[in-house]
């Protein structure tokens, strides 16, 4: 039997970009390699993947370069290197399988979404216009809006501000341990998105909803069923 529907009348739908929407680490892990190779700065595959993935620029840039101490020489440094990024995967973006249908499907069902990264807000947009969907969102958060960017709770907690709902009433898809726990902290329901995720970090989503590989055969009426106490693991 299923449980009765415990559904609010209003939540959300909340995404993370990187590794969530798309499957751009490897984007990533070009442009890194190519700025170091521009700045004399040897970045292998093997460094950047035990070293630098998963890490923000404001710790990368000083462990990098160490002789960049002012703010202005590491902002130049980020841009330059996301600038790279850009240009690199601009030719590659794709969403993750099905990502578009669920989101098209929220639209229809008047459930409203919004994005929350730790990406710089040119890479946020960048994503988000090259899949055609930022007229869908209703805003993108990025950690310079807020105090402190994931794993703190912040940016899920202004989400919820601006969506004028409690965080509970608000559904987050996430693929790292900075996500899961910055969920987590803000009382944030979450589903592990797997298929662009580091293996090691889904070890840290146990409080998940669910583990999802991608976005195919995900629904408004299976978030609900998730989410809200509807769904009988028997079915």
Partial sequence: MNAPDKTPKNWAAVFDVDGTMVDNAAYHEAAWIELGRRHGVPITAEYYRHHMHSRSN?????????ERTSREAIDAV???????YRELYRPHVAPLPG??????DLAREDVPVMAVTNSPPANAAFVLQALEIEETFRGCLDYTRVPEGKPAPDLYLEAARRLELPPGQCVAFEDSV????????????????TGAANPHELVHAQGALAHIEDFRGV????????????FDPTD
């Fill in 58 to 66: 404001e710790v990368l840039v000083p462990q990098l370069f160490p």
């Fill in 78 to 84: 980020v841009e330059e290197k996301e600038a790279l």
């Fill in 99 to 104: 990502l578009l249908d669920l989101i098209a």
């Fill in 178 to 193: 900075s996500g899961f726990r910055s969920a987590e902290a803000a009382g944030v329901p979450y589903v592990a998105v």
């Fill in 219 to 230: 629904t408004t009426e299976w978030i609900r069923r998730r989410a809200f106490g509807l």
